[in-house]
């Protein structure tokens, strides 16, 4: 006879193992069902080429909340940190803008740009830290229903609206500002350096299906504003042994507090009888039981795949339909026979165990989404490059190196679809743009790993490939996220919750809504 469960969770990402830690945690019994052969969804790493590990689709962390790492005890669990320490912008006239974990030292680099910018740049961090700061309780808070007479709602409101209202006038505009604006109309208020404002807009295009003039980027700029990293907002880090190292931290917290975790299960249906979840269906034909079921997949998946469409409100399904999921992202990681070097910055140094960017204008930027919106990767890229090894020597053999680069922008629905020249073409473009500025790059690169939205679809099953489960735009957040009435985590099967990325707060290795789904499941 079967086991019946209190919970089983869709999904080994790593907001349904925080989901699942956290309902462990409080003594329930919890099966957690991976389609793959390891946990992580996208944040998995994966020895592709003997001797190098890949983080092989996301690849830095900050978003991951504080109160997740201390409820679960995740540094027990062998999670560590390890602090990017700069960005440096190659510009192509030679020269370069850097930005370092030494605040003095990024004021004389902005500086040697742009006196005026240097100014401004201490006021503009301490503006966003302070709307880092003002966000923040808002990713612990469940979204309350705007429409709702319920007390639950209510009291909700009257928090959220006591928040906005302690803000202050100016902190209140200027929220307001970065909830509408374009990254860079809004950077353009602050700077005139060009390189420093395409550089500060490419945190706003960051897996999104729109460019820096794009309105509602300033709030996506605001959201990696966000990441915190021992108290100190804005750092971002490489976790040790890559992505997948968060999230088998947060496997081995789960299992600790007692959670099953089931590889290579994968689930066909949820079983709904008289309008409520009690199981799953696996493709194999096995069915499981449990009280409650929880989706950490993206809604499109979550609803319009795993549900029949009679057990669901007709209005409902279309607002998911609606829901905009647009892959835009792609990752191109490099085995390399030696560290490339950058002749704006010539040798070893301190750069090369933080971010490279190539982002020398706005402008850059929003050619390369010219690209995408005709349908077409962008042929000069936006590229975030980092050199794990250099910050984590296991990920590569002694002398020789990993190269893990997030691209804008490689739209999903490409002109005559995404084929394996296209896909070449794309890895080219991007080694192309980062070997003018390191000329000895080409002839170091060992192996290639080319991967497109579709790619990330049919590896990890997200829907479009789209690393936010859901585009982070004003329309789709908070009490809109995923659907009006349905932002507490529920849904209108009793009994199925949703705990994914395309729930409150949104994307990003953040486990937030893991925890806030738990918290709710464990209301009743």
Partial sequence: MSKNYDAIIIGGGHNGLVNAAYLARAGKSVLVLERRHLVGGAAVTEEIYPGFKYTVFSYVVSLLRPEVIRDLELPKHGLRILPLPSTLTPLPNGDYIA????????????????????????????????????????????????????????????????????LGEEHFYALFKLMTMSAADFLDEWFECEPLKGTKSASGIIGTFLGPRSPGTAYVLLHHYMGEIDGAFRAWGFAKGGTGGISESIAGAARSFGAEIRLNASVAQVIVKNGKAVGVALEGGDELYANVVVSSLDPKLTFLKLTDPKDLPTDFIESIRRFKIRGSSGKVNLALSELPNFTCMPGFGPHLRGAVSISPSVDYIERAYDDAKYGDFARRPYV???????IDPGMAPPGQHVMSCFVQYAPY????????????????????VLAEHAPNLKRSILHRQVITPLDIERTTGLTEGNIFQGDLALNQLFFLRPSPDWANFRTPIRGYYQCGSGTHPGGGIMGAGGRLAALEILKG
């Fill in 384 to 390: 975030d490059a980092i050199i794990p090894s250099m």
């Fill in 99 to 166: 930005f370092w974990d030494d605040h003095d030292k990024t004021r004389r680099e902005i500086y040697r740009h742009s006196p005026r910018d240097a100014e401004a740049y201490d006021e503009f961090g301490h503006l966003m830290y302070h709307m880092a700061k003002a966000v923040r309780p808002i990713l612990s808070m469940i979204p309350p229903d705007p429409t709702s007479l319920s007390p639950n709602d209510l009291r909700g409101l009257l928090k959220f609206g006591g928040h906005m209202q302690g």
């Fill in 413 to 432: 629905h490409l002109n005559g679809g995404w084929t394996d020249a296209k896909r070449e073409a794309f890895g080219d473009a991007v080694v192309n």
